[in-house]
């Protein structure tokens, strides 16, 4: 298995709920 790839993966989900969680702040 691809430890990179995953970690890769893993990270764009996490950029993608901060953002989430910081547009909900903002509201």
């Not at 298995?1 to 702040?25: K, P, T």
Request: hydrophobic share 50%; net charge negative.
């Amino acid at each position: 298995m691809a430890d990179s790839a995953w970690i890769e993966l893993m990270q764009e989900e996490l950029h993608q709920f901060d953002r989430l969680d910081v547009w909900e702040l903002v509201d």
